[in-house]
């Protein structure tokens, strides 16, 4: 039998070793991410979740409840946990910060944005109304020597529409020698306001005046009620045109349009009226007609055994992942003697998925072709740049196109956020184009690098796409995004077919730095998702610059 004092003994000795030994096996790291945001009242798509920077912004409808916004569901990354609940009602007049942890936390902010149309016109007012929100005030302008005891409101909505109450009654005010308040109630809110009626002397004048290559936008402010619109000429033309009435957009008393038709650098003198008033001469200048580099797909290189779309590598405008698949002995895409119907050139491009390994063993690679330069490999992965220097402004983006569509053969181990992409799928081709003001200090910063090589992007080409960090995919809702437009293709199509992509512009007063133009044959080919049977054929690329175009 066992002595007791020796079993203590060995019960504390192997304490004493157990104690001693460290855990020093790595926790996995696990990123966690908000998926999706389901509720009612609001919008939230895919482009609305911002990864790189962990920010989820839901658009809410006008007559939302900021502080009671109904979510059904938030969606995270499986096994995660998060620091508020997954549904209920959020007061969202602040931002929410979520903590989503597993084996390290992530913060994560949840945001709303929220639009309410405010009107304010009076009877004879110069201009837009101009209102501050924050401080609640609104104001309007009149012609000098308006009798400021007779002004009659014509329109005040200063809430969301249907569900706001107003004190007093807006008919009963009508002498604004100093300012005057009126109180709204909507929800669970009350807002005070005050109203401002200004007279000036000024009664049209231009309030913005913004040329591109055969556009020019002009934005003026009149008497409502007097016969608002524009005339223009060449400069040192001696006739004036005078614009269409249908071809003014009127809102009070500002009033805009869009001259079209223009041509390429030249000086054109402009004239808003109000009535019988004209406001001073302006005068614009239109940009020049710049073509889109190559767009024909005519010049291909090869250096080594990569095939390259340019005279030569290092003259080449556009990109593509050839270098990378080329390790696996792969051309994703190359020349065919196939151009589209009519066309001038010999030459089209035909982009292939492929996988791209050795004895079936690698990743897909999607057939892809871009405006920029393949960057580098890491490993089986890809870092590519995206764009290239463009001021001009145009309108949409023309080509053709050729597709077969495949179903998905190849997924990766992320997936696009908020879907969920499964073998069998059919697979969808992209086209997009986009113009923008990236800089490489924010858009060219690949986290995953080491030491002092983080930023790969340059002022030439500003944005690094690294395939190991979904976080520096392209963004369409970037801040940088001036203007974009996108052709998906979700069907064969068996015959060259032409196209046209509208660029959808934020602001005709913003002014690009670089163009990017995009074409895959698999869609979510970045995530390592697509088909090895989807197939793109491009040709005749050209800048629309002319909505008549």
Known sequence: MMNKGFRFFCYIALF????????????????????????????????????????????????TDISRVEISKIAITEGGKASVPLSGEFDLRSDLSITLSLYQDYEWTLKAEQTIERIFTVESQIGAAEFDVEHHTATVHVPEGTDMDQIKITELKLGPRDITTMTPDPSTLTSFETYRTVTIRYHAFEEKWSLYVIPTEVTAQFTQVDAWTRLIWLYASGRSGTELGFRYRKQNDTEWITVPTEQITVSGGAFSTCLSGLEPEQTYELVAYS?????????????????????????????????????????????????????????????????????????????????????????????????????????????????????QRPVALKGWVKYTRGLITDVGTTQPTGMTIAKGDPDNGIIYVALGTWTPAEYGY????????????????????DTRDKNTFFNSNSPAVIAYGELVLDQTIDQWQEFTIKLNYTATNLVPTHLVIVCSASRYGDYYIGSRDSKMWVDDFELVYDVGE
């Open 446 to 465: 690949c986290e995953k690098e080491s030491g002092d090589n983080k930023v790969l992007g340059t002022d030439e080409i500003p944005i690094c796409v």
């Open 275 to 391: 009535g019988t008033d004209e406001s001073e001469v302006r005068t614009a200048t239109t940009g020049a007609e710049t073509p889109l580099t190559n767009g024909g797909f005519e010049q291909w290189c090869v250096e080594g055994s990569v095939v390259y779309p340019g005279p030569s590598l290092a003259e080449a405008y556009w990109g593509t992942g050839n270098p990378g698949a080329a390790i696996a002995g792969a051309t994703l895409t190359d020349k065919v003697t196939d151009p589209r119907p009519g066309s001038s050139g010999m030459y089209a491009a035909r982009l292939e998925s492929k996988l791209a390994g050795v004895a079936g063993i690698g990743k897909l690679a999607a057939g892809n072709l871009f405006i920029g330069k393949y960057v580098g490999t890491r490993g089986t992965n890809g870092i590519v740049g995206f764009g290239r220097p463009f001021t």
């Open 16 to 63: 004493s070793l157990l104690s001693c030994i460290k855990n020093d096996l790595p926790y996995p790291v696990v990123e966690l991410s908000i998926l999706s945001v389901e509720g009612t009242g609001f919008t939230c798509e895919a482009s609305d979740i911002d990864a790189k920077n962990r920010v989820v912004t839901l658009h809410l409808d006008e007559t």
